[in-house]
């Protein structure tokens, strides 16, 4: 019955599954070896050659068989006419007569070189020499039996009797075989040169043969391989010879029609390329483009970027600044949510900065300034940098300098390695280990520079995708405190740009190794040893000057210094800025003001009257711009300087240092 349509399809039964024919497999490769001419060489000379054997071998053999027959007959006939003979004469007991047949043979056979009659009875009669060695002899033998006439017994002697067909004695003719060895010798030899005369004129035969059938062939295959070379104007010149059957034409040759079919795939070729290398330039116009149209677009979009960090700053820096004062006049219920709007503020300025440096590498406005590096130095600095982190998770870190040192961008190099201890840091287990070493490296003249920690390792199917932005590996949750998957991303963009890249080599709980190679730098002096940073000083009475054409920025920067003890005159004016600081009475210890001010003021002009009017005064510009030209102009004026936005521990350190700069010499 047939069963009723549905919408579904039915998954058909085990029995119909193995009633179902089985799919066809896939043909198998044929592996072709040698060469054509070689293979036709083979297949005409070996059927000729066996075949010339076969006969050779049978013909040879007939003819070895008729001699040995012949040789054996003439033998055998020696030995029986000599029986024949000699009966009576045996019977009788005549030696004489015995010995007169002997020679009589002797000298009728060349080959026959000795006779020897005998009997039981002790008679033996021989002729001829008695042979050394039986090795070229062949021994004939015949008995002697009486004939008819002679078994009468009148004929016998006294006492004898007639035995019927026994024999009365025995015949011996040795027969020499060199001359018979000498014509099979002749035979075999002129059996085998008719064979190998044979085989030659097969061999020439078919070796004409097959270059005629292998010469054209090689030109179709030179055709072909220069087609598949690029070379689409080749060709292939065979042709077949005219020809006809019975005023009809005939059938062309194969290679003929094979090189014409290869003639015609050539000329189809290169149509073809005609075409599509008109169809690619075309293609390759349009890509270029919209590659530079897109190009042009992503280096607008990351100058944009770079250029609006100031107005993306700002708004941090006095979040920054505001969340700060509020922290000590918070009550213990407010705290929490203070201290938790600190960490989110620090968390978008890590963000913003990450950001804000990949546009910048992307869009090729960072240039490197490559000078002599000490590592010694660096990795004391780093040590610093990650003391804190490192003692809070209970890693140990090693640094192994060596003494070496390297041609490089200090700045960028501190960027790379300080992500790769941090990142190592976080995935280190308590109370492991992370080694920061300079090793001599695989190619003369350079340096290793290594971080290995011992943690859990990455496993094969990330250690391509962690250079990806925003990919983390154990973040599924983005917990915002193990960062945003975007170190490891301006890293490699860093590398790039000093002319190296970042290796891995990392396995499942056996911890992972980053590593970059960097030009070798000569041997540098043993680094001075640096004095741990003084202790925080108190600010209170501290004179400062804020200028800053932000209202808000001016306004929580004002109330932080206050806390904090200082006092505090704020100007939203360059021009302003500069006469309170000229006025006679005026006495300010530290300077802060922002780089760029309204009205197209120029805030490097304030901080030059500063040193001007005020020299014992400390000028720090406050800048939201990080463009590298914008950088390089402050550090070529010399200024001190800190980018927006600014962490207040990090602005408090550097007030300290004015403190202690005017307390050092009241201790003198």
Known sequence: MTPPATGFA????ATQIDAMPPEPEAPSTIVISGSLQRDLLRLGVVPCAAAALALTAW???????????AFNAEGQAIALQVASLSDLSLYAGDLSALQNVTNAALRGNSQVTRIEISNSAGVFVSSGPSPASMENLRVFTAPVQLREASRASAFSPAGSTAAGDTPIGLVQAFRDTTSYARERTRSLVAGIGIALIAILVAWASVRHMARTVARPLRRVSRTVAALEAGHFDARC???????????RPGRPHELASLAHDVNRLAEQLEHNQQVSEERVRQATAVALQRMAEAEQAALSRARFLAAASHDLRQPLHAMGLFIDGLLPSATPAQRPAVLRLQESTQFMSMLLDDLLEISRLDAQVLTPSVATVSLEGLFDHLAGQHAAQAAEARVRMIFKAQGRAVRSDAAMLVRIIGNLIGNAIRHAPPEGTVMVAARRGSTPGTVRIEVRDNGIGIAPIHQQRIFEEFYQVANTERDRRQGFGLGLAICARVATLLGTHIELRSALLL???FSLTLPVASAVGAPR????????????????????DDDVILHGTE???QQWGCEVVCTVSGTAAIQLMGEEDAQFDVVLCDLQLARDEDGMAVIEAARRLHPQALAVLVTGATGPDALQRLRQQGATFLTKPVAPAKLRALLSTRRHAQQQPAHA
């Open 10 to 13: 039915v998954p058909p039964t």
């Open 511 to 513: 911890g992972s190794t």
């Open 237 to 247: 010149d065979v042709q077949a010879a005219p020809s006809s059957h019975r005023g």
């Open 529 to 548: 040893p640096v004095a741990p940073p003084p202790p925080m000083a108190p600010l209170a009475g501290l004179r400062c000057l804020v200028v800053d």
């Open 559 to 561: 109330q932080l210094l």
């Open 59 to 69: 013909f040879t053999h007939s003819r070895l068989d008729t001699l040995e027959s």
